[in-house]
């Protein structure tokens, strides 16, 4: 998640909170369920509680949290019927995402998702569950970026703050397998060779098997 001190000066105190929360959603720094206090992210901020109670106001209607009763703020659960559902639209739109990127990206950019994969790699055999998660999303949103698609993208940006902690959990709970690398491998190599299709595989294939991993866990909850 990025530091806050890089926001400009001119974001307002309730966009960074916002901005901050949202982040932190997508890159699964919160787990499924988990609560929020407005205090906390205040605290994290340095400000007075309005701001944040604004922001989280606006999370809220957007349905990036829920708050069930006055001052009891969750993050995203999800169950099976919501896996399936927000599994179903990943694969198309991260799939297209992935075809779109093949078909622009240069090879500048390819060394860059190439570093991004290679951070990615080295938090994994760090066992450092927070920074590869972290790393992982990052890796992604660069690749679906270079679809050049802004609609496209803010789609997927608000299907991860609502599948990130479910993320975030998968990740924290020892699937020390090198599932996650074969497919950014397997993306890199297609971006290289301008394969859309091989590009679109990597990704349905990286969703479906988080989902499979997923499915594990809440049969077990």
């Known amino acids: 998640m990025k530091d806050l001190g890089e926001h400009p000066q001119t974001t307002t105190l309730s966009e960074r909170a916002y901005g901050m929360v949202r982040e932190a959603l997508r890159c699964g720094v919160y787990k499924p369920g988990e609560k929020i206090t407005h205090r906390s992210i205040a605290s994290q901020l340095g400000v007075s509680v309005t701001p944040v109670r604004e922001a989280i106001t606006r999370l809220v209607s957007e349905k990036s949290l829920s708050m069930p009763a006055p001052k009891t703020i969750i993050a995203p659960s999800l169950g099976q019927s919501d896996l399936e559902e ?42 450092d569950t927070k920074a590869k998660i972290e790393a992982n999303a990052k890796f992604h949103f660069a690749l679906y970026a270079q679809s050049k698609a802004p609609r496209l993208l803010a789609i997927i940006d608000n299907l991860w703050v609502t599948i990130g902690p479910t993320l975030g959990l998968l990740a924290s709970r020892g699937f020390e397998d090198n599932d996650g690398e074969r497919f950014h491998e397997a993306a890199i190599s297609a971006l290289k060779a301008r394969n859309t299709a091989a590009a679109q595989a990597a990704i349905v294939n990286d969703i479906l098997t988080a989902r499979l991993k997923i499915l594990q866990i809440l049969e077990t909850e």
């Open 86 to 127: 927000v599994t179903k639209i990943r694969v198309n739109l991260e799939g297209w995402a992935a075809e779109l990127a093949a078909e622009n990206a240069s090879a500048t950019f390819i060394r860059e998702l190439e570093h991004l994969h290679l951070v990615y790699c080295m938090h994994r055999r760090a066992h």
